[in-house]
């Protein structure tokens, strides 16, 4: 199981890239509800976890391409193709996931 953060590391309604030696992870609280994309936007060199956040969607602020946070989907262009995205695992308030766990919309 791979650890990313605490819970208290990722205000509500916001995200956070994480930094591992695994790679780099997007951490979005939405709600209290924890999830997790790729950090790296699908079209570029934007980080998702240092986009905008509205309506369950983060915003890359690269160039304006969106994404469901929960399911990974791009959901406006220029992005078309879906972010990885894993089950979060709570454990002793840390935000964790199985890396070989990864899936795509
Ligand atoms: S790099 Fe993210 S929208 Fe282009």
Redesign the pocket.
């Known amino acids: 199981m791979l650890r990313l953060c605490p819970t208290s590391h990722v205000p509500e309604g916001e995200g956070r890239k994480v930094e591992t030696a695994e790679g780099d992870f997007a951490v979005f609280n939405l709600g209290g509800v924890f999830f997790v994309t790729q950090n790296a936007?699908s079209?570029?060199?934007?980080h998702l976890g240092e986009g905008r956040v509205c309506d369950g969607e983060v915003e890359?602020d690269?160039?304006?391409?969106r994404f469901d946070i929960r399911s990974g989907a791009a959901t406006r262009e220029?992005?078309w193709e879906p972010l990885l995205v894993w089950d979060v695992i709570l454990d002793q308030g840390e935000v964790c996931i199985r890396l070989d766990q990864g899936r795509t919309a």
């Open positions: 936007c079209h570029g060199p934007g890359c690269v160039h304006g391409g220029p992005c």
